[in-house]
C-alpha cells in the first residue's frame, strides 16, 4: 500500500473539489486531491467567466470566509463589470471574465502550496466502507486510500454521455473519460440517482470574426475586484462584444431539429431553465426574430472567443452554417463544437445542511452531484462539505448558514429541503433577505464566522476590523453634520433636488434618491475630506446603510422572529404517520426528507401552513 491514512479525500478538482480540498487542508486535516486530469483543474468548462447576479454575491462570500475563488478569479481576471448599477445595492452583481487557462494555473499554485494537502492523477471507481460510514476509496489504477471521509465533488463526470447530432459517445468533457462505477455502487447503497443535461456553445477563432460589425461591451471605467483581501484591480482590460442571431440562424438551426438528441428524446434529462440551448431557444420563443449573443475571449493571449447564448448539440455542420448567418461571422471558423452533455446526480434531500449525506456517514456531496449548475454554486458547496468534513473529524460543532446570513445558507436551505428537478441555479430573487445579503457587506456578515473556525486568517479580519471603524466613523459625521438652506438650495436646484426651508443633517439629504454622498461632499467640506482618505467601498457602504436602513431594519426584524422557529428542532427519525393531524401528503414529506428544524419543515413544498402549526404545538417546548 503506497497511500498511508488520510483524514480527507477529495473526489474531483472542479471548483467545487478544489475550495472542499484546500478549505479543510487550511483547517489541519490531512487531505488528498484526487483527479483524472491534474492538468485541468479548476477548468472552465464552459463560460470563462465568474460572478453574475447573484453568483458574485457568492463569490464575494466564499471569499469572505476564507476561500479562493474570489482572488483566484482576480488574479485572472482580464475584464470586470458591476452589473445592475441601475437598480438598488441588493441587487448589484460583481461579474469578471477570466483567461480561462490562467484561472487554472492559479489554481493549481494556490493547491500545490497548501500545507497538508496531495494530489493525485486517478480515477476513484468506488468507496471504501466500514458499516456505515466511508473509510476511502478505491482508484482505476488500484490503489486504496483508507480516509476518515470522503467528499464526492465529480461535477459532470458521473456515466457522462456527450452529444453532437446523431452522434455520441462516454465523457466527462470532450476530450476526457467519464467516471463510470460511483453511481452503481452509490445506488446500491441506497441513493437515488437521476439524470441531468447541460451544454455549451462552439468556440470560434478571433481571426475570423469581423469585430467591426459587433457593439462593444467594455469593461468598468473603474473596475472593482472579487476578493476583500489585498489583490489588485484591473489596469488594462479586454473588450467583449455583443451579436445577434436573425431569422435565417434560426431557419439554418431548425434544419437539424431532426437530428437533435434534445428533441429526438435520446437526452432525458432536464436542462438548465436559465440557460437553454440556441436551439431551445428558438423552439420555446419562435416569436422572436433575434436572440442577443456575448462573444467573450478566453483569455489575453488566445484568439478563442466563447459565444454566450449559442449552447448547441446540433449536428457540428449546422452549428456552423447558423453561426456564419450572424453578422460578423460569415467567415467564422470553429476551435471547437459545441454538445451537450448528461450525467448522473443525487437529489440533495439526501443530504443534511452540512452536505453529509443521510445513507453514509462522513461522506459529503458538492457541485454538480447535487443538481446545480454554475462555478460559483459549486464553489461554495465545496467550500462548505471541506469545512464540515474537517470540523466533524476534529469533534467540533458542524458550520451552517442560515438564509438570512448568506446567499450560502440559501443555496444549501433550497438544496436540502426542496431538492431540484432541473440544474439550480442562484439568483437574487431566491433571497428573501436580499437587503441583508449584499456584495459589499460579505466580508462584514462572514469573515468574523471563517476567522472563528480557522479558517480567514487574522489579516483577514483585522481588514474588516479597519473597515467597520472607517464606516462608522463617517456615518457619525454625515448624521452630524448640520446643512443650512441658505448655503444649500442653490446648489439643490442645480442637481434637481428641492431645497430646503430648514437646517437638517446631511444624512437626511443623503435619504433623496437623486443624491450621492460623494456629490454631497460638494456642499460639506469635512465629510468631503474624510472621504478623501476611504476607499470607495467604505463610502459606498455607509451610503447604502443610511440610504436603506429603514428597509435593513425591516428585513431584520423579519429575519429575526422568522429565526424562532428555525431553532426549534425537531427529533431525528421520528414517526410522522403517527401524528393524525397533520395532511397526509406532510406525513410522507416529512418522514422521507427528515427535516432537522420547524423552519426546515416549512419551507418543504407540500407542508402547509397548518401542518407548521401541528408541529409547532407537538415540539414546541
Known sequence: MIFEPYDIVVVGAGHAGAEAAAAAARLGCRVLLITQMLDTICQMSCNPAMGGVAKGQIVREVDALGGWSGIVTDRSAIQFRMLNMSKGPAMWSPRAQCDRMLFSLHWRQVLENTPNLSLWQDEVTSLLLDGNAVSGVQTRMGHTVPARAVVLTSGTFLNGTIYIGTDSWQGGRVGEVSAVGLSDQLRSLGFEVQRLKTGTPVRVDGRTIDFSRLQIQPGDEHPSKFSFADTKPLADQRPCYIANTNLRTHDILRTGFEQSPMFTGRIQGRGPRYCPSIEDKIDRFADKDHHQLFIEPEGWHTQSYYINGFSSSLPLEVQLEALRS??????????????????????????????????????????????????????????????????????????????????????????????????????????????????????????????????????????????????????????????????????????????????????NLLLRPELTLRELGEVAPAVAEAMAALPDEVVQEVETAIKYQRYIEKEQEVANRILKFEEIPLPAGYDYFQLDALSYEAREKLSKQCPATIGQASRISGVSPADVSVLLITFAR
Not at 459529503?364 to 473529524?393: H, P, W
Not at 438570512?404 to 428537478?421: E, N, P, R, W
Not at 469573515?447 to 489579516?459: C, K, M, N, V
Request: net charge negative.
Open 326 to 507: 450572424i453578422e460578423g461571422f460569415s467567415d467564422a471558423r470553429i476551435f471547437k463544437p459545441g454538445y451537450a452533455i448528461e450525467y448522473d446526480y443525487f437529489p440533495p434531500t439526501q443530504l443534511s445542511y452540512t452536505l453529509e449525506t443521510k445513507h453514509v456517514e462522513n461522506l459529503y456531496f458538492a457541485g454538480q452531484v447535487n443538481g446545480t449548475t454554475g462555478y460559483e454554486e459549486a464553489a461554495c458547496q465545496g467550500l462548505m462539505a471541506g469545512i464540515n468534513a474537517a470540523l466533524k473529524l476534529q469533534g467540533k460543532a458542524p458550520f451552517v448558514l442560515s438564509r438570512s446570513q448568506a446567499y450560502i445558507g440559501v443555496l444549501i436551505d433550497d438544496l436540502v429541503t426542496k431538492g431540484v428537478d432541473e440544474p439550480y441555479r442562484m439568483f437574487t430573487s431566491r433571497a428573501e433577505y436580499r437587503i441583508l445579503l449584499r456584495q459589499d457587506n460579505a466580508d462584514q456578515r462572514l469573515t468574523p464566522l471563517g476567522h472563528a473556525i480557522g479558517l480567514a486568517d487574522d489579516e483577514r479580519m483585522r481588514r474588516v476590523e479597519k473597515k467597520q471603524e472607517q464606516a462608522r466613523s463617517l456615518r457619525r459625521l454625515v448624521e452630524e453634520t448640520p446643512v443650512i438652506p441658505s448655503d444649500v438650495n442653490a446648489w439643490l436646484l442645480e442637481h434637481g433636488s428641492a431645497g430646503l426651508n430648514q437646517k437638517v443633517r446631511l444624512s
